[in-house]
């Protein structure tokens, strides 16, 4: 998998309609718990890209600075 496709898509709307507040159905609580799950996977997909970012980044920071020091002495 690609590190660019590690990030997640939440599928997340905008809040700028004007339709007034919404209210949930009390028997709405199942709805309720498949969202959150979803919203999970993407937070946890969100958070492993990010991660990969750091490692790669970091690694060819390191690369750099090595390089870098051995140039200057």
């Known amino acids: 998998m690609s590190?660019?496709?590690a990030v997640a898509?939440?599928?997340a709307t905008s809040d700028s309609d004007d339709s007034g507040p919404h209210v949930c159905?009390?028997?709405?609580?199942q709805g309720d718990k498949v969202m959150a799950q979803?919203?999970?996977?993407?937070?946890?997909?969100?958070?492993?890209g990010f991660i990969?970012?750091?490692k790669?980044?970091?690694a060819i920071t390191a690369?750099?600075?090595?390089?870098v020091v051995l140039l200057i002495s």
């Open 63 to 67: 690369v750099i600075a090595v390089f």
């Open 52 to 54: 990969s970012m750091f």
């Open 9 to 11: 898509k939440t599928g």
């Open 25 to 29: 159905a009390p028997d709405d609580e």
């Open 38 to 48: 979803q919203e999970m996977k993407a937070a946890e997909d969100t958070y492993a």
């Open 3 to 5: 590190i660019w496709n």
């Open 56 to 58: 790669i980044g970091s």
